[in-house]
Protein backbone atom coordinates (compact mmCIF):
# COMPACT_ATOMS: atom_id res chain seq x y z
CA UNK A 1 0.00 0.00 0.00
CA UNK A 2 0.98 3.46 -1.00
CA UNK A 3 1.90 5.69 2.19
CA UNK A 4 -0.92 8.51 2.61
CA UNK A 5 1.53 11.18 1.35
CA UNK A 6 2.45 9.95 -1.96
CA UNK A 7 0.44 12.19 -3.92
CA UNK A 8 -0.02 8.99 -6.90
CA UNK A 9 -2.30 7.56 -3.56
CA UNK A 10 -5.41 9.64 -4.98
CA UNK A 11 -4.68 10.74 -7.97
CA UNK A 12 -8.23 10.79 -10.09
CA UNK A 13 -8.87 8.51 -12.64
CA UNK A 14 -8.72 11.46 -15.17
CA UNK A 15 -5.12 11.77 -14.33
CA UNK A 16 -4.06 9.18 -16.66
CA UNK A 17 -5.15 10.38 -20.20
CA UNK A 18 -4.70 13.43 -22.21
CA UNK A 19 -8.30 13.38 -24.29
CA UNK A 20 -11.63 12.08 -23.18
CA UNK A 21 -13.68 11.52 -25.59
CA UNK A 22 -17.57 11.95 -24.16
CA UNK A 23 -21.08 10.65 -25.49
CA UNK A 24 -23.53 12.69 -25.56
CA UNK A 25 -27.10 10.50 -24.93
CA UNK A 26 -27.17 9.05 -21.48
CA UNK A 27 -23.94 10.90 -20.91
CA UNK A 28 -24.23 14.34 -20.25
CA UNK A 29 -27.77 14.69 -20.94
CA UNK A 30 -31.52 12.75 -21.26
CA UNK A 31 -33.18 14.05 -23.42
CA UNK A 32 -34.29 17.50 -22.49
CA UNK A 33 -32.45 16.52 -18.95
CA UNK A 34 -29.43 17.42 -18.01
CA UNK A 35 -27.47 14.90 -16.56
CA UNK A 36 -26.74 15.99 -12.63
CA UNK A 37 -22.74 17.06 -12.37
CA UNK A 38 -22.23 16.78 -16.29
CA UNK A 39 -21.59 20.49 -16.99
CA UNK A 40 -19.46 20.68 -13.82
CA UNK A 41 -17.14 17.70 -14.99
CA UNK A 42 -16.61 18.92 -18.40
CA UNK A 43 -15.59 21.75 -17.00
CA UNK A 44 -13.31 20.52 -14.61
CA UNK A 45 -11.41 17.99 -17.27
CA UNK A 46 -10.88 21.05 -19.46
CA UNK A 47 -9.45 22.61 -16.07
CA UNK A 48 -7.04 19.87 -15.77
CA UNK A 49 -5.51 20.72 -18.84
CA UNK A 50 -7.06 17.66 -21.33
CA UNK A 51 -8.52 17.46 -24.93
CA UNK A 52 -12.34 17.25 -25.08
CA UNK A 53 -14.55 15.76 -27.77
CA UNK A 54 -18.11 14.82 -27.53
CA UNK A 55 -18.61 11.78 -29.81
CA UNK A 56 -22.08 10.91 -30.71
CA UNK A 57 -23.67 8.27 -32.72
CA UNK A 58 -26.90 10.38 -33.53
CA UNK A 59 -26.57 11.71 -36.62
CA UNK A 60 -30.08 14.14 -36.88
CA UNK A 61 -27.62 17.00 -36.03
CA UNK A 62 -24.74 19.19 -37.57
CA UNK A 63 -22.05 19.88 -35.52
CA UNK A 64 -23.25 23.68 -35.08
CA UNK A 65 -27.00 21.81 -33.16
CA UNK A 66 -25.23 19.70 -31.40
CA UNK A 67 -22.97 22.50 -30.01
CA UNK A 68 -26.05 24.79 -29.42
CA UNK A 69 -27.96 21.48 -27.78
CA UNK A 70 -24.73 20.98 -25.11
CA UNK A 71 -24.49 24.65 -24.58
CA UNK A 72 -28.35 24.35 -23.27
CA UNK A 73 -27.30 22.01 -20.90
CA UNK A 74 -24.67 24.22 -20.07
CA UNK A 75 -22.03 22.17 -21.42
CA UNK A 76 -19.63 24.66 -23.14
CA UNK A 77 -18.77 22.25 -26.64
CA UNK A 78 -16.97 24.82 -29.84
CA UNK A 79 -18.61 22.95 -32.77
CA UNK A 80 -15.15 21.93 -33.66
CA UNK A 81 -15.06 19.88 -30.76
CA UNK A 82 -18.57 17.69 -31.82
CA UNK A 83 -17.91 14.57 -33.95
CA UNK A 84 -20.50 12.82 -35.11
CA UNK A 85 -21.55 9.72 -36.69
CA UNK A 86 -22.83 11.62 -39.82
CA UNK A 87 -19.36 12.88 -40.36
CA UNK A 88 -17.48 9.77 -39.81
CA UNK A 89 -20.35 8.10 -42.39
CA UNK A 90 -18.69 10.81 -44.66
CA UNK A 91 -15.36 10.52 -44.12
CA UNK A 92 -15.85 6.36 -44.79
CA UNK A 93 -17.61 7.46 -47.95
CA UNK A 94 -14.43 9.42 -49.36
CA UNK A 95 -14.95 11.84 -52.41
CA UNK A 96 -18.31 11.88 -53.68
CA UNK A 97 -17.00 12.21 -57.49
CA UNK A 98 -20.78 12.98 -58.45
CA UNK A 99 -22.29 10.21 -56.56
CA UNK A 100 -25.75 10.26 -55.09
CA UNK A 101 -27.15 9.60 -51.74
CA UNK A 102 -31.20 8.50 -50.86
CA UNK A 103 -31.09 8.87 -46.67
CA UNK A 104 -32.94 7.95 -43.95
CA UNK A 105 -31.98 10.21 -41.40
CA UNK A 106 -32.08 14.35 -40.61
CA UNK A 107 -30.15 17.40 -41.02
CA UNK A 108 -27.08 15.99 -39.61
CA UNK A 109 -26.39 13.29 -42.44
CA UNK A 110 -28.01 15.08 -45.15
CA UNK A 111 -25.62 18.05 -44.46
CA UNK A 112 -22.39 16.11 -43.92
CA UNK A 113 -23.05 14.20 -46.98
CA UNK A 114 -23.28 17.21 -49.02
CA UNK A 115 -20.50 19.22 -47.82
CA UNK A 116 -18.98 15.81 -48.71
CA UNK A 117 -19.99 16.90 -52.48
CA UNK A 118 -22.79 14.16 -52.72
CA UNK A 119 -26.18 15.30 -54.44
CA UNK A 120 -28.59 14.36 -51.95
CA UNK A 121 -31.66 12.63 -53.55
CA UNK A 122 -35.70 12.91 -52.81
CA UNK A 123 -37.93 10.35 -51.69
CA UNK A 124 -38.85 9.87 -55.78
CA UNK A 125 -35.90 8.98 -56.53
CA UNK A 126 -35.28 5.33 -59.09
CA UNK A 127 -31.59 5.83 -58.41
CA UNK A 128 -28.85 6.35 -56.34
CA UNK A 129 -25.44 5.18 -55.48
CA UNK A 130 -25.42 5.30 -51.55
CA UNK A 131 -28.30 4.56 -49.05
CA UNK A 132 -26.97 5.95 -45.92
CA UNK A 133 -29.67 5.08 -43.12
CA UNK A 134 -29.58 7.04 -39.70
CA UNK A 135 -32.32 8.27 -37.30
CA UNK A 136 -35.10 10.09 -38.68
CA UNK A 137 -37.60 10.75 -36.43
CA UNK A 138 -39.99 12.01 -39.13
CA UNK A 139 -39.76 8.56 -40.81
CA UNK A 140 -42.48 7.63 -43.31
CA UNK A 141 -43.18 3.85 -44.40
CA UNK A 142 -42.47 5.42 -47.89
CA UNK A 143 -38.96 6.24 -47.33
CA UNK A 144 -38.05 3.06 -45.99
CA UNK A 145 -40.10 1.54 -49.11
CA UNK A 146 -37.83 3.54 -51.53
CA UNK A 147 -34.53 2.73 -49.48
CA UNK A 148 -35.05 -1.01 -49.65
CA UNK A 149 -35.72 -0.69 -53.63
CA UNK A 150 -32.81 1.18 -54.10
CA UNK A 151 -31.01 -0.80 -52.71
CA UNK A 152 -32.04 -3.53 -54.55
CA UNK A 153 -30.98 -1.82 -57.46
CA UNK A 154 -27.71 -1.72 -56.44
CA UNK A 155 -27.03 1.14 -54.53
CA UNK A 156 -24.74 0.89 -51.36
CA UNK A 157 -26.68 0.41 -48.02
CA UNK A 158 -24.51 2.38 -45.41
CA UNK A 159 -25.66 2.85 -41.91
CA UNK A 160 -24.61 6.27 -39.27
CA UNK A 161 -24.83 3.64 -36.74
CA UNK A 162 -27.05 0.31 -35.68
CA UNK A 163 -28.52 1.38 -32.14
CA UNK A 164 -31.50 0.13 -31.36
CA UNK A 165 -32.65 3.06 -29.08
CA UNK A 166 -31.76 6.00 -27.57
CA UNK A 167 -32.64 7.26 -23.92
CA UNK A 168 -35.28 10.07 -23.64
CA UNK A 169 -36.65 11.28 -20.32
CA UNK A 170 -40.12 8.97 -20.46
CA UNK A 171 -37.99 6.19 -21.74
CA UNK A 172 -36.06 4.14 -24.36
CA UNK A 173 -37.13 5.75 -28.36
CA UNK A 174 -36.64 3.85 -31.53
CA UNK A 175 -32.72 4.52 -32.42
CA UNK A 176 -31.00 4.48 -36.29
CA UNK A 177 -30.47 0.59 -36.05
CA UNK A 178 -34.91 -0.10 -35.64
CA UNK A 179 -35.06 2.17 -39.33
CA UNK A 180 -32.31 -0.04 -40.36
CA UNK A 181 -33.77 -3.44 -39.53
CA UNK A 182 -36.46 -2.43 -41.43
CA UNK A 183 -34.73 -2.04 -44.01
CA UNK A 184 -32.28 -4.99 -43.92
CA UNK A 185 -35.32 -7.43 -42.93
CA UNK A 186 -37.02 -6.52 -46.57
CA UNK A 187 -34.00 -7.30 -48.04
CA UNK A 188 -32.14 -10.09 -46.87
CA UNK A 189 -29.03 -8.95 -45.94
CA UNK A 190 -27.23 -5.94 -43.81
CA UNK A 191 -25.62 -2.57 -44.63
CA UNK A 192 -22.02 -3.04 -46.29
CA UNK A 193 -20.55 -0.78 -43.66
CA UNK A 194 -21.60 1.08 -40.20
CA UNK A 195 -20.05 4.43 -39.01
CA UNK A 196 -20.88 4.49 -36.02
CA UNK A 197 -19.62 2.93 -32.62
CA UNK A 198 -18.95 -0.03 -31.73
CA UNK A 199 -17.58 0.39 -35.00
CA UNK A 200 -14.22 2.09 -35.40
CA UNK A 201 -14.62 4.89 -38.12
CA UNK A 202 -16.59 7.23 -35.43
CA UNK A 203 -13.89 7.04 -32.64
CA UNK A 204 -11.03 6.97 -34.71
CA UNK A 205 -12.43 10.13 -36.14
CA UNK A 206 -12.98 12.36 -33.48
CA UNK A 207 -9.15 11.47 -31.81
CA UNK A 208 -7.95 12.34 -35.66
CA UNK A 209 -9.93 15.40 -35.38
CA UNK A 210 -9.29 16.43 -31.64
CA UNK A 211 -5.66 15.19 -31.44
CA UNK A 212 -3.76 12.98 -28.09
CA UNK A 213 -2.34 9.80 -27.45
CA UNK A 214 -4.05 8.38 -24.63
CA UNK A 215 -8.14 8.61 -24.89
CA UNK A 216 -10.24 7.66 -22.41
CA UNK A 217 -14.00 6.75 -23.95
CA UNK A 218 -16.92 7.67 -21.47
CA UNK A 219 -19.92 6.39 -22.44
CA UNK A 220 -23.30 4.95 -20.95
CA UNK A 221 -23.80 2.05 -23.54
CA UNK A 222 -21.74 -1.70 -23.47
CA UNK A 223 -23.34 -2.58 -27.13
CA UNK A 224 -21.52 0.99 -28.19
CA UNK A 225 -19.15 2.58 -26.36
CA UNK A 226 -17.49 0.15 -24.19
CA UNK A 227 -17.51 -2.30 -27.29
CA UNK A 228 -16.45 0.46 -29.34
CA UNK A 229 -13.66 1.32 -27.03
CA UNK A 230 -12.26 -2.04 -26.90
CA UNK A 231 -12.55 -2.41 -30.75
CA UNK A 232 -9.69 0.03 -31.45
CA UNK A 233 -7.73 -0.79 -27.94
CA UNK A 234 -8.62 2.46 -25.76
CA UNK A 235 -9.62 2.57 -22.11
CA UNK A 236 -13.43 2.97 -21.07
CA UNK A 237 -15.53 4.38 -18.28
CA UNK A 238 -19.36 3.06 -18.37
CA UNK A 239 -21.70 5.51 -16.05
CA UNK A 240 -25.12 4.25 -14.78
CA UNK A 241 -26.69 7.73 -15.90
CA UNK A 242 -28.38 6.24 -19.37
CA UNK A 243 -28.85 3.23 -20.98
CA UNK A 244 -26.87 0.27 -19.48
CA UNK A 245 -26.99 -1.00 -16.23
CA UNK A 246 -25.22 -3.21 -13.53
CA UNK A 247 -27.06 -6.42 -14.15
CA UNK A 248 -26.31 -5.97 -17.85
CA UNK A 249 -22.27 -6.58 -16.81
CA UNK A 250 -22.84 -9.64 -16.58
CA UNK A 251 -22.27 -11.69 -19.49
CA UNK A 252 -21.48 -8.57 -21.37
CA UNK A 253 -18.57 -9.22 -24.58
CA UNK A 254 -16.52 -6.54 -23.45
CA UNK A 255 -16.35 -4.98 -19.77
CA UNK A 256 -15.37 -1.34 -19.09
CA UNK A 257 -11.65 -0.81 -18.18
CA UNK A 258 -13.61 1.55 -15.07
CA UNK A 259 -16.89 1.84 -13.73
CA UNK A 260 -18.87 5.08 -12.28
CA UNK A 261 -22.33 6.25 -10.90
CA UNK A 262 -21.46 9.16 -12.75
CA UNK A 263 -19.46 11.57 -14.00
CA UNK A 264 -17.80 11.94 -10.84
CA UNK A 265 -15.97 8.62 -11.12
CA UNK A 266 -13.51 10.90 -13.34
CA UNK A 267 -12.13 12.73 -10.63
CA UNK A 268 -11.70 9.53 -7.81
CA UNK A 269 -9.13 7.41 -7.78
CA UNK A 270 -9.15 4.30 -10.40
CA UNK A 271 -10.40 0.91 -9.41
CA UNK A 272 -8.87 -1.87 -11.93
CA UNK A 273 -9.79 -5.57 -11.96
CA UNK A 274 -7.04 -7.89 -12.60
CA UNK A 275 -6.23 -11.27 -12.10
CA UNK A 276 -4.60 -11.70 -8.63
CA UNK A 277 -0.55 -12.22 -7.61
CA UNK A 278 1.13 -13.83 -5.02
CA UNK A 279 1.52 -10.29 -3.04
CA UNK A 280 -2.33 -9.90 -3.02
CA UNK A 281 -2.51 -13.04 -0.64
CA UNK A 282 -2.34 -10.83 2.41
CA UNK A 283 -4.38 -8.16 1.90
CA UNK A 284 -6.98 -10.75 0.45
CA UNK A 285 -7.08 -12.57 3.39
CA UNK A 286 -7.65 -9.27 5.17
CA UNK A 287 -10.19 -8.18 3.10
CA UNK A 288 -12.14 -12.11 3.61
CA UNK A 289 -11.29 -11.29 7.69
CA UNK A 290 -13.06 -7.88 7.41
CA UNK A 291 -15.43 -9.06 5.49
CA UNK A 292 -16.47 -12.14 7.86
CA UNK A 293 -15.66 -14.65 4.85
CA UNK A 294 -13.59 -17.69 5.06
CA UNK A 295 -9.93 -16.43 4.69
CA UNK A 296 -8.37 -20.48 4.53
CA UNK A 297 -6.78 -21.15 1.00
CA UNK A 298 -6.28 -18.04 -0.31
CA UNK A 299 -2.71 -19.52 -1.97
CA UNK A 300 -4.40 -22.18 -3.32
CA UNK A 301 -7.31 -20.39 -5.32
CA UNK A 302 -4.75 -17.63 -6.48
CA UNK A 303 -5.13 -18.71 -10.36
CA UNK A 304 -9.33 -18.52 -9.88
CA UNK A 305 -9.00 -15.35 -8.06
CA UNK A 306 -9.60 -11.55 -9.13
CA UNK A 307 -8.65 -8.60 -7.27
CA UNK A 308 -9.88 -4.80 -7.46
CA UNK A 309 -6.99 -2.60 -7.45
CA UNK A 310 -6.76 1.49 -6.80
CA UNK A 311 -2.70 2.36 -7.96
CA UNK A 312 -0.95 -0.56 -5.24
CA UNK A 313 -4.29 -1.04 -3.07
CA UNK A 314 -5.98 -4.22 -2.86
CA UNK A 315 -9.44 -3.03 -2.28
CA UNK A 316 -11.32 -5.90 -3.69
CA UNK A 317 -11.48 -9.44 -4.58
CA UNK A 318 -14.12 -12.51 -5.76
CA UNK A 319 -12.97 -16.02 -6.61
CA UNK A 320 -14.43 -19.05 -8.99
CA UNK A 321 -14.47 -22.76 -8.44
CA UNK A 322 -14.71 -24.62 -11.43
CA UNK A 323 -16.86 -27.82 -10.78
CA UNK A 324 -18.19 -30.82 -12.34
CA UNK A 325 -22.07 -31.35 -11.77
CA UNK A 326 -23.72 -34.08 -13.55
CA UNK A 327 -21.26 -34.10 -16.61
CA UNK A 328 -22.17 -30.34 -17.28
CA UNK A 329 -18.79 -27.45 -15.86
CA UNK A 330 -20.70 -25.15 -13.85
CA UNK A 331 -18.70 -22.38 -11.20
CA UNK A 332 -19.22 -21.21 -8.08
CA UNK A 333 -18.46 -17.76 -7.50
CA UNK A 334 -17.41 -16.73 -4.04
CA UNK A 335 -15.39 -14.35 -1.90
CA UNK A 336 -16.57 -11.55 -2.72
CA UNK A 337 -15.51 -9.10 -0.52
CA UNK A 338 -14.86 -4.85 -0.95
CA UNK A 339 -12.98 -2.75 1.43
CA UNK A 340 -15.56 -0.45 3.42
CA UNK A 341 -13.64 2.67 2.51
CA UNK A 342 -14.47 1.49 -1.26
CA UNK A 343 -17.97 0.93 -0.99
CA UNK A 344 -20.47 2.95 -3.15
CA UNK A 345 -17.37 2.75 -5.95
CA UNK A 346 -19.64 -0.04 -7.71
CA UNK A 347 -16.17 -1.97 -7.10
CA UNK A 348 -18.73 -5.23 -5.91
CA UNK A 349 -20.95 -5.15 -9.46
CA UNK A 350 -17.34 -4.68 -11.74
CA UNK A 351 -15.35 -7.46 -9.82
CA UNK A 352 -18.78 -9.92 -9.43
CA UNK A 353 -19.15 -9.07 -13.73
CA UNK A 354 -15.32 -9.67 -14.37
CA UNK A 355 -15.52 -12.87 -12.16
CA UNK A 356 -18.76 -14.56 -14.27
CA UNK A 357 -16.75 -13.55 -17.43
CA UNK A 358 -13.52 -15.90 -15.99
CA UNK A 359 -15.70 -18.48 -14.96
CA UNK A 360 -17.35 -18.73 -18.51
CA UNK A 361 -13.82 -17.85 -20.41
CA UNK A 362 -12.81 -21.57 -18.30
CA UNK A 363 -15.60 -23.44 -19.80
CA UNK A 364 -18.27 -23.07 -17.13
CA UNK A 365 -22.08 -23.03 -18.88
CA UNK A 366 -23.32 -21.79 -15.60
CA UNK A 367 -22.52 -19.83 -12.45
CA UNK A 368 -23.95 -20.27 -9.31
CA UNK A 369 -23.80 -17.78 -6.25
CA UNK A 370 -24.75 -18.77 -2.60
CA UNK A 371 -25.34 -16.20 0.14
CA UNK A 372 -26.52 -15.58 3.12
CA UNK A 373 -26.09 -11.80 3.45
CA UNK A 374 -26.22 -10.06 -0.08
CA UNK A 375 -29.73 -11.44 -1.79
CA UNK A 376 -30.70 -8.00 -2.85
CA UNK A 377 -27.24 -7.14 -4.54
CA UNK A 378 -26.95 -10.47 -6.33
CA UNK A 379 -30.30 -10.06 -7.51
CA UNK A 380 -29.24 -6.34 -8.97
CA UNK A 381 -26.27 -7.93 -10.55
CA UNK A 382 -29.13 -10.04 -12.83
CA UNK A 383 -29.07 -13.62 -11.10
CA UNK A 384 -32.00 -16.08 -11.24
CA UNK A 385 -32.56 -16.55 -7.51
CA UNK A 386 -33.30 -20.74 -7.10
CA UNK A 387 -34.04 -21.22 -3.53
CA UNK A 388 -32.85 -22.88 -0.87
CA UNK A 389 -29.50 -24.24 -0.21
CA UNK A 390 -30.81 -27.53 -1.63
CA UNK A 391 -31.30 -25.66 -4.82
CA UNK A 392 -27.96 -25.80 -6.06
CA UNK A 393 -25.96 -28.38 -7.59
CA UNK A 394 -23.97 -30.95 -4.68
CA UNK A 395 -20.79 -30.00 -5.67
CA UNK A 396 -21.09 -26.69 -4.76
CA UNK A 397 -22.94 -27.28 -1.97
CA UNK A 398 -19.39 -29.43 -0.92
CA UNK A 399 -17.33 -26.36 -1.50
CA UNK A 400 -19.19 -24.41 0.92
CA UNK A 401 -18.66 -26.86 4.78
CA UNK A 402 -20.40 -25.37 7.56
CA UNK A 403 -20.19 -21.62 5.74
CA UNK A 404 -23.93 -22.72 5.28
CA UNK A 405 -27.41 -23.05 6.64
CA UNK A 406 -31.16 -22.91 6.64
CA UNK A 407 -30.76 -19.08 5.76
CA UNK A 408 -28.31 -19.70 2.70
CA UNK A 409 -30.22 -18.35 -0.96
CA UNK A 410 -28.95 -20.05 -3.83
CA UNK A 411 -28.71 -18.11 -7.28
CA UNK A 412 -27.62 -18.96 -10.88
CA UNK A 413 -26.62 -17.12 -13.93
CA UNK A 414 -27.48 -17.30 -16.94
CA UNK A 415 -31.34 -17.18 -15.73
CA UNK A 416 -33.34 -19.59 -17.04
CA UNK A 417 -34.95 -18.90 -20.43
CA UNK A 418 -32.68 -16.03 -21.14
CA UNK A 419 -30.40 -16.20 -24.60
CA UNK A 420 -27.52 -16.61 -22.90
CA UNK A 421 -29.02 -19.68 -20.94
Known sequence: MKPADDPTATAP???????????????????????PGAPEAVEEVRRRGLRVAFVTNNSSRTPGQV?????????????GEVVTSAMATADLLGPADGRTAFV???????????????????????????????VDTAVTYARLRTAAVLVERGARLIATNTDASFPAPDGLWPGAGALLAAITTTIGRGPEAVAGKPHPPLLRAALDRIG??????????????????????????????????????????NLPTHLGADLGALFRPAI???????KDVEPIVGLLREAKLRDTGVDDRLAE????????????????EILTSDGATVAHLRSLAVAERSRGERTGPLLTAAGVRAAIARGASTVYAVTRTSEGFIERMG???????????GAVRVTLGDAADEHTVGFRWPPRGSPSA
Open 13 to 35: LVDAYDTVLFDLDGVLYRGSDTV
Open 67 to 79: AAKLAGHGVDAPS
Open 104 to 134: VGEDGIREALREAGFAVVGDDADRADVVCVG
Open 212 to 253: GRRPLVVGDRLDTDIDGAAAVGWDSLMVLTGVSTEADLVGAP
Open 272 to 278: VVRPAGP
Open 305 to 320: TLVAARNAETVGTIAF
Open 383 to 393: FERTGGLDSVP
